[in-house]
């Protein structure tokens, strides 16, 4: 489900821009995929998603599994992929360095 725009505060984009590093802001899931059960419509999903704590309240409290093992796998998939090179599809970070010693870490790329 496309959650639409939303308002943020986070500055992490800044913050990448400085570093001219890339960066990629992610939102998963981590709310109890019971309390959606009964929502037929986007409307009665967003009733139940305005109900929900927001990642900065006390009361907020993802349940642990799927949310934590969905999220290694995605960060893992998104790392392995990066590190790769270049996708066929045109999304990729560049050329690659070549293998080898002289090879950098990501992070001197």
Known sequence: MD???GTGSEDVGILA???HAPCAYWLLGGADPQAFGDAQDFEALARVVRGLPSNHSPQYAP???PTLSTGVRALVTAARTWIAGPLTTGCGRGPRPADGPERHSPRQR
């Open 63 to 65: 349940v642990v599994e």
């Open 17 to 19: 821009d400085s570093a």
């Open 3 to 5: 959650p639409g725009p």
